[in-house]
């Protein structure tokens, strides 16, 4: 059985992010695949401080909540990362996350896990697609298989609207982009690892 994990960026605790990422992950359950959903709010991060070492030990010399994030995602066939949208880019939380992952292009170990992103902006056109992109182009630099959310809309991935908590659970098209996204990580998690 594949292992998709759902990844929330958001620094606050199940707001419209988390519930998008749930959302992701009930229907790449139904598909067949056990889940795991993990929060960046609680955990302790610093940022890179470009120490390379890195480099040289495949290790990062930073001692926090990082390398177990890392692990876990190495050890997923399929990811989903989700973030809510921050001046038209990802959230620090998740961006201190993407910068300390560079252990893990040494071997390339993210290398055909399937993934796919989602985003939360405060209106329809708030910033979803460009914050989607940074997450596409942070998986694509780490040699992953990046997909959106798969017919029948065939979009970048999840796209909801929300500001204050809980204003995803009326918005029908972040909600079905987002289901859409679980159950296409999960199908070609399947089909690549049978």
């Not at 056990?34 to 610093?46: G, I, N, Q, S």
């Not at 996204?181 to 089909?191: M, N, T």
């Amino acid at each position: 059985m594949v292992k998709v994990m759902g990844i929330v960026g958001s620094p606050r605790k199940d707001g419209n992010t988390h519930k998008l990422v749930e959302a992701a992950l009930y229907t790449a359950q139904s598909a067949g695949a056990t889940v795991e959903l993990l929060t960046l709010h609680d955990k302790e991060m610093e940022p890179c401080i470009a120490c390379d070492i890195c480099r040289a030990t495949g290790e990062c010399a930073i001692y926090d909540d990082v390398p177990g994030v890392l692990e876990r995602m190495v050890e997923s066939d399929g990811i989903i990362i989700g973030s809510p949208v921050y001046f038209g880019n990802v959230t620090s939380q998740l961006k201190i996350l993407m910068d300390r992952s560079r252990p893990l292009r040494r071997d390339f170990q993210l290398k055909n896990k399937v993934c796919g992103a989602l985003s939360v902006g405060a209106s329809r056109n708030g910033g979803q697609e460009t914050t989607i992109q940074a997450i596409h182009h942070y998986l694509l630099i780490q040699d992953a298989i990046v997909v959106g959310d798969g017919e029948p809309l065939a979009h970048y991935g999840g796209t909801g609207v929300g500001g204050p908590v809980g204003d995803v659970d009326g918005d029908e098209a972040g909600l079905e982009t987002s289901q859409n996204l679980g159950r296409r990580v999960a199908e070609l998690a399947r089909l690549i690892n049978p």
